[in-house]
T-cell receptor, first 114, second 114 residues
């Protein structure tokens, strides 16, 4: 079965600075990979997804993520964060053709300093 | 598209009462998922359906919890009797493809059991 780890529970970044959120997965082949964002009191919103092909994926709100097979990672990046990016971020993994749905990480809480 | 619709958005009930949460998935989506989110346990998958058929309910915590999907546009999650430890935010999500494709989340129902 697949699993996903988000090593950082909290991250604090200054507004305007760059951001990288880490995500590591465990799966025997190339999985489907996703990043979601959850603002306070809201549901989870899909930021981007990776199924195959180009390992650098562009998403909404200026986010991108890079799939690195050798490191079993799918880190989320943004070159310059805005105060509105403060939220909880979840990485998720799915097994292609599997029947178990998606496995979500425990989330990383992003704090933006003015 | 209106997205995934959940009702009610907030529910406050007394211990022992029956609670029914409702979900309307995105039209055309053939998979539906129910999650529970708490501070202590994070995001937990309770049950999911594919083409209205329950696939895996191993995440349902107890027999007090039940879910149905009578048709492609409606699902319910029922708790009977409710207990204070059931207090959480319950999310419904739907997916347009196989079970490991991206999921689209509703806004959630915040349940408080007193």
């Amino acid at each position: 079965a697949q699993s996903v780890t988000q090593p950082d529970i909290h991250i604090t970044v200054s507004e305007g600075a760059s951001l990288e959120l880490r995500c590591n997965y465990s799966y025997g082949a190339t999985p489907y990979l996703f990043w979601y964002v959850q603002s306070p009191g809201q549901g989870l919103q899909l930021l981007l997804k990776y199924f195959s092909g180009d390992t650098l994926v562009q998403g909404i709100k200026g986010f991108e993520a890079e799939f690195k097979r050798s490191q079993s990672s799918f880190n989320l990046r943004k070159p310059s964060v805005h105060w509105s990016d403060a939220a909880e971020y979840f990485c998720a993994v799915g097994a292609p053709g599997g029947a178990d749905g998606l496995t979500f990480g425990k989330g990383t809480h992003l704090i933006i300093q003015p | 598209d209106a997205g995934v619709i959940q009702s009610p958005r907030h529910e406050v009930t007394e211990m022992g009462q029956e609670v029914t949460l409702r979900c309307k998935p995105i039209s055309g989506h053939n998979s539906l998922f129910w999650y529970r989110q708490t501070m202590m346990r994070g995001l937990e998958l309770l049950i999911y359906f594919n083409n209205n058929v329950p696939i895996d309910d191993s995440g349902m915590p107890e027999d007090r919890f039940s879910a149905k999907m009578p048709n492609a546009s409606f699902s319910t999650l029922k708790i009977q009797p409710s207990e204070p430890r059931d207090s959480a935010v319950y999310f419904c999500a739907s997916s347009p493809g196989p079970l490991t494709y991206e999921q689209y989340f509703g806004p959630g129902t915040r349940l408080t059991v007193t």
